[in-house]
C-alpha cells in the first residue's frame, strides 16, 4: 500500500507533559538509563539519525527474516521522505527506538514501531506507543490504526494487550498483513 505523506504535521508532546503522566502508566521504566530511552520523550527524527534508524530496524526486525519469504516491508523502506513529511519520531540519545506516525483522514496510522533489541523488554516500545495515543488526541483523532505481518504473532499478542482489535487481514505488495485498530478514549 502507497502511504502519501501526512495532511499535517503532528505537534511535539512536550517533555513536562509527558513527565507528569510517568508515573500513571504501569510498565513505563523512569530513569535515565540508555536502554530505557535516557529519560527522554520521542523527538522528530533529521536526515542525521538516518544511519542510527537503519541499525534499530535493522536489529528488530533480524529475528523475523527466517520467518517470511522477503525482509519485512520496514528493513527496504527509505525513511528520507517521512523525515521531510516530519512522520518519524526517535527516543534516546544515541536513538535506540524509532515511530512512524502517519495522519491519515479519521486516524492516525502506526506505520512502523522498532526499538533495538538490546532496549527490548525496558517500556520503550510502550512508551512510543502512549505517545503515538497522545498524538492522535492532539489531533483530533479518536482511532490508531498499524499493520503488523500475519507471521509476527508476538506483535499481533503485544498490539492486542495494548487494546488494539484486529480488522482484516489482506496481501499488500506481496506480504500477509493483519490490521488492527484501536478506539482511544473520547
Known amino acids: 500500500m502507497t502511504r502519501t505523506p501526512a495532511m499535517t504535521r503532528?505537534?511535539?508532546?512536550?517533555?513536562?507533559?509527558?513527565?507528569?503522566?510517568?508515573?500513571?502508566?504501569?510498565?513505563?521504566?523512569?530513569?535515565?538509563?540508555?536502554?530505557?530511552?535516557?529519560?527522554?520523550?520521542?523527538?522528530?527524527?533529521?536526515?542525521?539519525?538516518?544511519?542510527?534508524?537503519?541499525?534499530?530496524?535493522?536489529?528488530?526486525y533480524a529475528r523475523?527474516?527466517?520467518?517470511?519469504?522477503?525482509?519485512?516491508?520496514?528493513?527496504?523502506?527509505?525513511?528520507?521522505?517521512?523525515?521531510?513529511?516530519?512522520?518519524?519520531?526517535?527516543?534516546?540519545e544515541p536513538v535506540i527506538g524509532l515511530i512512524v506516525l502517519v495522519q491519515e483522514a479519521d486516524s492516525l496510522l502506526v506505520e512502523n514501531v522498532a526499538v533495538s533489541p538490546a532496549a527490548q523488554g525496558a517500556g520503550?516500545?510502550?512508551?512510543?506507543?502512549?505517545?503515538?495515543?497522545?498524538?492522535?488526541?492532539?489531533?483530533?483523532?479518536?482511532?490508531?490504526?498499524?499493520?503488523?505481518n500475519e507471521v509476527m504473532a508476538e506483535n499481533i499478542a503485544i498490539y492486542s494487550r495494548l487494546g488494539y482489535r484486529e480488522t482484516g487481514r489482506r496481501s499488500e505488495d506481496g506480504y500477509h498483513r493483519v490490521f488492527m485498530a484501536k478506539i482511544l478514549p473520547g
Open 10 to 60: 503532528l505537534t511535539r508532546m512536550g517533555a513536562s507533559d509527558h513527565a507528569d503522566r510517568a508515573d500513571t502508566h504501569p510498565g513505563r521504566d523512569e530513569g535515565t538509563d540508555r536502554a530505557d530511552g535516557g529519560g527522554t520523550v520521542p523527538r522528530l527524527a533529521n536526515v542525521a539519525d538516518l544511519p542510527a534508524i537503519n541499525r534499530v530496524i535493522a536489529g528488530a
Open 64 to 92: 523475523s527474516l527466517h520467518r517470511m519469504e522477503k525482509p519485512p516491508a520496514p528493513m527496504v523502506t527509505d525513511y528520507g521522505p517521512a523525515i521531510s513529511c516530519g512522520q518519524l519520531w526517535v527516543l534516546g
Open 124 to 148: 520503550n516500545g510502550r512508551q512510543l506507543m502512549e505517545f503515538a495515543e497522545q498524538q492522535a488526541i492532539s489531533a483530533g483523532l479518536s482511532r490508531l490504526t498499524l499493520y503488523t
